[in-house]
Protein backbone atom coordinates (compact mmCIF):
# COMPACT_ATOMS: atom_id res chain seq x y z
CA UNK A 1 0.00 0.00 0.00
CA UNK A 2 1.21 3.42 -0.98
CA UNK A 3 0.30 6.38 1.55
CA UNK A 4 0.28 10.20 0.97
CA UNK A 5 0.11 12.40 3.75
CA UNK A 6 -1.07 16.06 3.54
CA UNK A 7 -3.24 18.80 5.24
CA UNK A 8 0.18 20.19 7.23
CA UNK A 9 0.73 23.51 7.64
CA UNK A 10 1.55 26.83 9.69
CA UNK A 11 -0.94 27.43 12.65
CA UNK A 12 -1.59 29.26 15.94
CA UNK A 13 -1.89 28.13 18.99
CA UNK A 14 -4.77 26.99 19.95
CA UNK A 15 -6.10 26.48 16.48
CA UNK A 16 -6.74 23.65 14.48
CA UNK A 17 -5.61 21.44 11.36
CA UNK A 18 -6.87 18.60 9.82
CA UNK A 19 -4.18 16.00 8.22
CA UNK A 20 -5.36 13.68 5.20
CA UNK A 21 -3.58 10.57 4.25
CA UNK A 22 -4.89 8.81 1.11
CA UNK A 23 -3.86 5.19 0.50
CA UNK A 24 -3.86 3.67 -2.68
CA UNK A 25 -2.54 -0.23 -3.53
CA UNK A 26 -4.04 -2.93 -2.19
CA UNK A 27 -7.51 -2.78 -0.05
CA UNK A 28 -7.06 -0.25 2.72
CA UNK A 29 -9.93 -2.19 4.81
CA UNK A 30 -7.16 -4.61 5.53
CA UNK A 31 -4.67 -2.42 7.71
CA UNK A 32 -4.70 -1.04 10.97
CA UNK A 33 -4.10 2.70 10.85
CA UNK A 34 -1.75 5.12 12.68
CA UNK A 35 -0.05 8.37 13.19
CA UNK A 36 3.35 9.47 14.39
CA UNK A 37 5.29 12.70 15.02
CA UNK A 38 8.99 13.70 15.15
CA UNK A 39 9.87 16.82 15.78
CA UNK A 40 14.03 17.90 15.44
CA UNK A 41 16.54 15.79 17.25
CA UNK A 42 13.55 13.89 18.72
CA UNK A 43 12.53 9.86 18.19
CA UNK A 44 9.25 9.33 16.13
CA UNK A 45 6.75 9.10 18.66
CA UNK A 46 3.39 7.65 18.56
CA UNK A 47 0.11 9.88 17.76
CA UNK A 48 -2.78 7.63 17.60
CA UNK A 49 -4.00 4.65 15.86
CA UNK A 50 -7.22 3.35 14.55
CA UNK A 51 -7.97 -0.38 13.88
CA UNK A 52 -9.67 -2.21 10.60
CA UNK A 53 -12.94 -1.29 10.56
CA UNK A 54 -13.00 2.06 13.04
CA UNK A 55 -14.36 0.39 16.01
CA UNK A 56 -11.18 0.68 18.04
CA UNK A 57 -9.30 4.00 18.41
CA UNK A 58 -5.93 4.33 20.46
CA UNK A 59 -4.36 7.97 21.49
CA UNK A 60 -0.66 9.10 23.09
CA UNK A 61 -1.97 10.67 26.64
CA UNK A 62 -0.84 13.96 25.63
CA UNK A 63 -3.50 13.76 22.45
CA UNK A 64 -5.89 12.71 24.11
CA UNK A 65 -9.33 15.16 23.73
CA UNK A 66 -7.22 17.46 21.50
CA UNK A 67 -6.64 15.07 18.40
CA UNK A 68 -9.36 12.23 16.36
CA UNK A 69 -8.41 9.70 14.26
CA UNK A 70 -10.74 8.16 11.75
CA UNK A 71 -10.92 6.90 9.09
CA UNK A 72 -13.07 6.37 5.47
CA UNK A 73 -12.69 2.70 4.10
CA UNK A 74 -14.51 3.88 1.10
CA UNK A 75 -12.28 6.40 0.16
CA UNK A 76 -9.21 4.42 1.38
CA UNK A 77 -8.46 7.68 3.55
CA UNK A 78 -7.36 8.11 7.15
CA UNK A 79 -7.28 11.75 9.07
CA UNK A 80 -6.22 12.85 11.91
CA UNK A 81 -8.58 16.05 13.40
CA UNK A 82 -6.18 18.42 15.90
CA UNK A 83 -7.68 20.41 17.93
CA UNK A 84 -6.12 22.75 20.40
CA UNK A 85 -2.84 23.02 19.24
CA UNK A 86 0.33 23.80 21.20
CA UNK A 87 3.36 24.71 20.00
CA UNK A 88 4.88 21.37 21.39
CA UNK A 89 2.68 19.76 18.90
CA UNK A 90 5.25 21.05 16.04
CA UNK A 91 6.39 17.88 14.16
CA UNK A 92 6.54 16.35 11.29
CA UNK A 93 3.46 13.81 10.89
CA UNK A 94 3.87 10.43 9.49
CA UNK A 95 0.63 8.14 8.42
CA UNK A 96 1.95 4.41 8.55
CA UNK A 97 -0.04 1.07 7.63
CA UNK A 98 0.50 -2.33 9.33
CA UNK A 99 -1.16 -5.47 8.50
CA UNK A 100 -1.34 -7.76 11.55
CA UNK A 101 -2.13 -7.44 15.35
CA UNK A 102 0.37 -6.13 17.53
CA UNK A 103 1.32 -2.97 19.64
CA UNK A 104 -0.23 -0.22 17.84
CA UNK A 105 1.94 2.38 19.20
CA UNK A 106 5.05 0.55 18.06
CA UNK A 107 6.45 2.10 15.09
CA UNK A 108 8.68 -0.99 14.40
CA UNK A 109 5.47 -2.45 13.99
CA UNK A 110 3.94 -0.62 10.32
CA UNK A 111 5.30 -1.79 7.40
CA UNK A 112 4.20 1.26 5.13
CA UNK A 113 4.83 4.75 5.90
CA UNK A 114 3.80 8.12 4.46
CA UNK A 115 6.14 10.80 3.28
CA UNK A 116 5.23 13.01 6.28
CA UNK A 117 3.66 16.40 6.50
CA UNK A 118 4.49 19.38 8.53
CA UNK A 119 2.83 20.97 11.32
CA UNK A 120 4.30 24.11 12.73
CA UNK A 121 2.71 25.61 15.65
CA UNK A 122 3.44 29.26 16.54
CA UNK A 123 3.02 30.73 19.81
Known amino acids: VQLQASGGGVVQAGGSLRLSCAAS????????MGWFRQAPGTEREFVAA????????YYADSMKGRFTISRDNANSAVYLQMNSLKPEDTAVYYC?????????????????WGQGTLVTVSS
Open 25 to 32: GRTFSMYH
Open 50 to 57: IMLTGGRT
Open 96 to 112: AAKDYNGDYSDSGMYSY
